[in-house]
């Protein structure tokens, strides 16, 4: 396995031979075979132990074991101890959970801590077929059922194409100690009961089960990787970006066929998982959406509009006379100036001695109107909207700036007649969106 691994490291993950690197160790064989593979291997690696106080004596001893294992093989090791249980109450998650969460999120800051670009894992083959069935028992895409990457960000996992039998038994040959969680053995868990139960089974049926699982899944990940290209494509060609806003068009979704696979393909990447809720949203009416936690699409007419769930922020900011400048809830520059310069959406000159302070930052609300520059007359913002062809996410957007209850500047489009620089103004105020 030694000789096996060294070509798998030199052909797959040649960073690992030019760079220090973080190791997740646990003391269970897994982890603790990988440790040896890769100090046999001459790699430069720091060792890292989460000790999650969850069994007692036992998770002290594992604590103890990789210590010692550290000493032996003259490896820095960082160990961390944690209060799981108190994680668990106070963030409404399972253990299996609160340890993914609590273990990467103390990786990450060992990794910046000691400048350290990779953390490796000890999955294998097992894990992955594990995952596989998982994912497959609970209803998944094509990505669910491609396995463990050998690769995601900084995460490597250079045992992916070696069994948990091959494990043992080089760890057997070589008088390698581990330490066995007994909890692996308890089939209360999903992952267990897959692994004690059911993957058993799969193999005494088929001897070589597990090497033709993984060449169903590189088919599987080939077909994948097609996919990808055409969804690829097919966004390059239908997404119309309008600054945070991508706006899609309908009639060329619903061409798409099969169209829940192509909704999949396109929107799944946003955190969407409502499908039939989007088709419907295509014949719908204006103003209706559907929401992921990240984001949200909104029927407009004829397209659909993507983008983030907006954060919530108070109705209105008070600007007094004294204020240049503000940076929330956009940011605005208020100056007194001489003369007036070259005029934009973006800038607004008015007659200070027009003003009532303090000027009021709102959202603009339904019946708003006012007297738009150049124009005779009033026009109510809606319609306003609608001639400047405004989709139902910029309307909601739309900051309106106020003097005594009346709309100075509909902010980066249109400024109001009654505050105009005339020949008798004496002060000119110029406001800009920086």
């Known amino acids: 396995m030694q000789n096996e691994f060294k070509e798998h490291i030199q052909e797959n993950f040649p960073e690992l031979l030019q760079n220090k690197f973080l190791l997740a160790c646990s003391g269970g064989v897994d982890s603790v075979v990988l440790t040896h593979l890769c100090a046999e291997s001459g790699l430069d690696f720091n060792l890292a132990h989460c000790n999650f106080k969850l069994r007692g004596t036992e998770s002290d001893k594992d604590e103890a074991f990789v210590r010692q294992l550290a000493k032996q093989l003259g490896k820095t090791v960082f160990v961390k101890q944690f209060d799981t249980k108190d994680y668990v109450a106070g963030h409404k998650v399972s253990v299996q959970m609160a340890a993914r969460e609590l273990r990467y999120e103390w990786f990450n800051d060992l990794m910046a801590e000691y400048r350290l670009k990779t953390l490796v894992t000890a999955h294998h083959a097992d894990d992955d077929l594990e995952t596989f069935l998982i994912n497959l028992s609970r209803g998944t895409g094509i990505k669910g059922l491609t396995g463990i990457p050998a690769k995601t960000g900084s995460i490597s996992r250079p045992l992916l194409p070696f069994s948990r039998v091959g494990l043992v038994e080089y760890a057997n040959q070589q008088k390698i100690d581990w330490r066995e969680d007994q909890s692996n053995a308890e089939t209360k868990y999903l992952r267990n009961k897959i692994r004690h139960t059911i993957i058993p089974l799969l193999k005494e049926t088929h001897p070589t089960f597990l090497d033709n699982f993984h060449t169903t899944q590189k088919n599987l990940q080939q077909i994948s990787d097609i996919s990808d290209i055409h969804i690829k494509q097919l966004k390059n060609r239908l997404f119309r970006e309008e600054g945070d806003i991508i706006r899609i068009s309908i009639a060329a979704l619903q061409r798409l066929q099969p169209i829940k ?74 100056v007194p100036v001489d003369l007036i310069s070259a005029t934009a959406p973006d800038v607004l000159y008015v007659d200070k001695e027009t003003l009532k302070y303090p000027l009021v930052l709102r959202k603009w609300e339904k019946g708003d109107y006012f007297y738009p520059l150049g124009m005779k007359g009033r026009k109510k913002l809606a319609k306003f909207f609608k001639d400047e062809k405004m989709n139902l996410i910029a309307k909601e957007n739309q900051w309106v700036l106020c003097s005594d209850n009346r709309i100075v500047w509909v902010v980066g489009k249109r400024a109001d007649e009654r505050f105009k620089i005339t020949s008798n103004t004496k002060q000119i105020l110029k406001i800009s969106l920086n």
Do not use: C
């Open 261 to 334: 696979a192509y909704l999949y393909g396109l929107f799944n990447a946003y955190g969407f998982t409502a499908w039939n809720d989007i088709e419907h949203l295509l014949t719908a009416m204006s103003g209706k959406e559907v929401r992921s936690k990240t984001h949200r699409m909104l029927k407009d007419r004829d397209d659909l509009l993507l983008g983030p769930i907006p954060i919530p922020s108070q109705d209105s900011y008070n600007i007094d006379e004294t204020i240049s400048e503000i940076k929330t809830p956009i940011a605005l520059s208020i």
